[in-house]
T-cell receptor
Framework: DQQVKQNSPSLSVQEGRISILNCDYT??????FLWYKKYPAEGPTFLIS?????DKNEDGRFTVFLNKSAKHLSLHIVPSQPGDSAVYFC???????????FGTGTSLTVIP | GAGVSQSPSNKVTEKGKDVELRCDPI?????LYWYRQSLGQGLEFLIY????????KSGLPSDRFSAERTGGSVSTLTIQRTQQEDSAVYLC????????????FGPGTRLTVT
């Protein structure tokens, strides 16, 4: 039972354009959301997070948007760079529990 | 300082054998997580340690899986009588505290059961 879903397994974007990665979740108890970036043969690295009390969090080229009513979050990367090419995972947790639930990942390719 | 380290990086074992996977978290991190990622799947939570509290073992898929954390630092994940479906990348992560803290991941151990 996948509580966090990333329905696009891959995405290709031209360098300089915007990359939009999407994530949907089913558990309304989730109140904290994170995005991780993973290069091959490495562990995921934290990118950006958002609490459910906010609907937007921005850090440089990365912005995460949260739509609680739709149970949807997205990661925007502007402008996209070739070094952004990686697999991106979204994750969610509920303050009442210890678990983080991860999506299956979206492989982003930024074309120079 | 050093990040999270895991050993071995790769492990090939025969079905039915036991394996031990090791995780060295970042010094000072009280929380430690084990995940596994099977081919084409997301990260699956296995177990969570927080300080001296009893671990949250709710993600362990069967009683063949166990983990311990000695002295609040190094952790070992043990899989007994390995099966082919245990083949996956096993990832360890540590963080400063409970959920809502950034998790720092190790590079993972790729386990292949033949």
């Amino acid at each position: 039972d996948q509580q966090v879903k990333q329905n696009s397994p891959s995405l290709s974007v031209q360098e300089g354009r915007i990359s939009i990665l999407n994530c949907d979740y089913t558990n309304s108890m989730f109140d904290y959301f994170l995005w991780y970036k993973k290069y091959p043969a490495e562990g995921p690295t934290f990118l950006i997070s958002i609490s459910s009390i906010k609907d937007k969090n921005e850090d440089g080229r990365f912005t995460v948007f949260l739509n609680k009513s739709a149970k949807h979050l997205s990661l925007h990367i502007v402008p996209s760079q070739p070094g952004d090419s990686a697999v991106y995972f979204c994750a969610a947790s509920a303050n009442t529990g210890n678990q983080f639930y991860f999506g299956t990942g979206t492989s982003l390719t930024v074309i120079p | 300082g050093a990040g999270v380290s895991q050993s071995p990086s790769n492990k090939v074992t025969e079905k039915g054998k036991d394996v031990e996977l090791r995780c060295d978290p970042i010094s000072g991190h009280t929380a430690l997580y084990w995940y596994r990622q099977s081919l084409g799947q997301g990260l699956e939570f296995l177990i969570y340690f927080q300080g001296n509290s009893a671990p949250d073992k709710s993600g362990l898929p069967s009683d063949r899986f166990s983990a311990e954390r000695t002295g609040g630092s190094v952790s070992t994940l043990t899989i007994q009588r390995t099966q082919q479906e245990d083949s996956a990348v096993y990832l360890c992560a540590s963080s400063l505290g409970r959920q809502n803290y950034e998790q720092y991941f190790g590079p993972g151990t790729r386990l292949t059961v033949t």
